[in-house]
């Protein structure tokens, strides 16, 4: 006889919810502080900080919904699930971001960029400029690249939080 088991999409739509909604919160708080088109590596490691926490808090959860038991293909849809859900919520927000708060972003992005490039001094002035250019003109593809590595990092996460977290259920 089957038991009632959790499904992984519940707790996919679930815990991408919170994921997408704290990214918003700390997109929020850069754009209040200014800080939204900065290239800072915190915030990029703040980020896979908190997709780490929340993923492996998913997993978690299922695993305890799911009478301690947890399979590394199980770990595997909750990682991408969840980073699928908060990486739309993610689109969403980064068009909203530069459609609306702040027209300028794709901009501010392109100069930002540029001033990195000229300080490091590796680029000539063409290419400075073909560069520049480039994101301004192609700022578009960011969304399908933020669902992309989203997806991705969903997968590595749950890998290794399933891999730590698998039990197998006994054969009798």
């Known amino acids: 006889m089957e038991e009632n088991q959790p499904k992984t999409g519940k707790f996919s739509l679930n815990y991408g919810l ?26 990029t490691i703040i980020s896979i900080l908190i997709m780490v926490g929340v993923i492996i808090w998913g997993i978690f959860n299922f ?34 971001l530069s459609n609306v708060l702040d027209t300028e972003f794709a901009v501010k992005i392109a100069e930002t960029t540029k001033a990195a490039s000229e300080a490091a001094g590796q680029m000539s002035d063409a290419q400075i400029q073909q560069q520049y250019d480039g994101t301004i003109n192609y700022f578009w593809i960011t969304y399908p690249f933020i669902l992309i590595f989203n997806i991705m990092a969903g ?12 039990k197998a259920k006994p054969d009798y």
Do not use: C, W
């Not at 919170?18 to 915030?43: K, T």
């Not at 997968?155 to 698998?166: A, F, M």
């Open 155 to 166: 997968l590595i996460i749950g890998l290794i939080g399933g891999l730590i977290l698998k």
């Open 18 to 43: 919170i994921l997408g909604a704290i990214g918003v919160i700390f997109g929020i708080m850069l754009y209040s502080m200014d800080a939204h088109y900065s290239q800072d590596p915190s915030n």
């Open 63 to 96: 695993r305890k919904a799911n009478g301690g038991f947890l399979t590394l293909s199980e770990a595997l849809k909750l990682g991408a699930g969840i980073a699928l859900v908060a990486g739309i919520i993610t689109v969403i927000y980064t068009l909203f």
